[in-house]
């Protein structure tokens, strides 16, 4: 069976090449994937109370008190709801309402300074969240990236798409490795868990089978895909497909976009198996249409590829960087589900010690 899935979004947390995010956090939910009695037990051992994120955040807003805990949950309720787009000024003014009614709650003493902090995270979580899905799809429209384009979206959501890693051998090549990853789409409707069917763009829409032989599996959602015209090496035109992947901005458009939002397309690509892709960055003001911005990200060009040199050719980041961290990271989850002492000593440990141990194993990180 696979030993481990990774979303798409988080693949450059784990490889140590984005700028936010709990990389611990993300070890400790890989560890227990799929293992919820193993994480039980553990607990158990450790006389350790199990709560989800919302049940943490539940408390927190219990505990801020009776002045400020409705308003935390007309937050919360704000960030719940998916399906009103939404525009960013509405979005900061919540975090600033937030920020205010988390500084009463440490003044009052109803809050320490960490449990405030706690509490601004989870929130700010959910309300990004929620303008990234409510906005998502005004994006593609053709008010936005479509009109801008002229280029129409297809495939936006509608399928899971995999790519499957094999296990490591004595001798490594993760060259060799990442050319051997299988592709795999699935309707979006329902997710097999047997044998392989390797799909790429020109396949039927018939459901796929994933694997549950391999090493690691990444898996997302493209938000569409569109064509370009372009000209081949014979001077003949042809269509190219390229993946559309949106990023709704809080603060104003990245330029150029963040290197972990490459890395996110690049993962689409390579599930996809196309060269090309689009990252549209959209900020919604006081207009009631979006602003947008699109970069197109190839593979082997800046900054998936780093620069050559007079003495040596250029490097790609997909097969010299990426895939030999997420073989790494594997093996680190893989580690400390097979030894108990350390599971629990990580379970168990501060934010420091479980930074920490995780660096023993992955010292990219």
Not at 59 to 80: E, I
Not at 223 to 235: E, K, P, R, W
Not at 305 to 320: A, K, Q, V
Request: charged content about 25%.
């Amino acid at each position: 069976m696979v030993v481990l899935r990774f979303s798409a979004s988080k693949v450059a947390l784990v490889t140590g090449l984005h700028d936010f995010g709990d990389v611990a956090e993300e070890l400790l939910d890989c560890v227990y994937q799929d293992r919820e009695e193993m994480l039980a037990r553990d607990a158990a051992r450790l006389q350790l109370r199990l709560v989800s994120k919302d049940e943490e955040l539940e408390m927190l807003v219990r505990k801020s008190g009776d002045a400020v805990a409705p308003q935390l949950r007309a937050a919360l309720r704000w960030a719940n709801d998916r399906a009103t787009p939404v525009h960013v000024e509405a979005a900061q003014r919540l975090l600033m309402g937030v920020d205010k009614q988390l500084t009463e709650a440490q003044k009052s003493k109803k809050l320490a300074s960490e449990e405030a902090q706690q509490t601004r995270r989870l929130l700010v979580e959910k309300i990004h969240t929620s303008v990234g899905t409510r906005n998502e799809s005004l994006a593609l429209e053709a008010s936005a990236y479509e009109r801008q384009t002229g280029a129409k979206v297809r495939l936006t959501n509608e399928h899971f798409y995999f790519l499957t890693f094999p296990p490591p051998s004595e001798t490594v090549d993760y060259s060799l490795l990442a050319g051997q990853s299988q592709r795999t789409r699935v309707l979006k409707r329902q997710i097999p868990e047997t044998e392989t069917m390797d799909m790429t763009m020109e396949d039927s829409d018939e459901d796929a089978q994933v694997s549950s032989n391999g090493y690691f599996t990444i898996c997302g959602m493209v938000d569409g895909v569109t064509d370009a015209l372009t000209i081949s090496v014979d001077d003949e035109w042809e269509l190219t497909p390229v993946v559309v992947e949106v990023k709704n901005r809080m603060r104003g458009f990245r330029n150029p976009p963040p290197l972990y939002d490459h890395i996110q397309l690049a993962v689409y690509m390579k599930m996809l198996g196309v060269e090309h892709g689009d990252l549209v960055q959209c900020v919604y003001g006081a207009d009631s249409r979006p602003t947008t911005q699109v970069s197109r990200v190839s593979l082997g060009v800046p900054p998936l590829c780093l620069p050559s040199s007079l003495t040596e050719r250029g490097r790609d980041i997909w097969t010299e960087v990426i895939v030999p961290r997420l073989y790494a990271f594997t093996a680190a989850v893989q580690k400390l589900r097979n030894e108990e002492l350390l599971r629990l000593a990580f379970l168990n440990g501060t934010e420091k010690e479980r930074l920490a141990l995780l660096r023993t194993e992955c010292d990219f990180l």
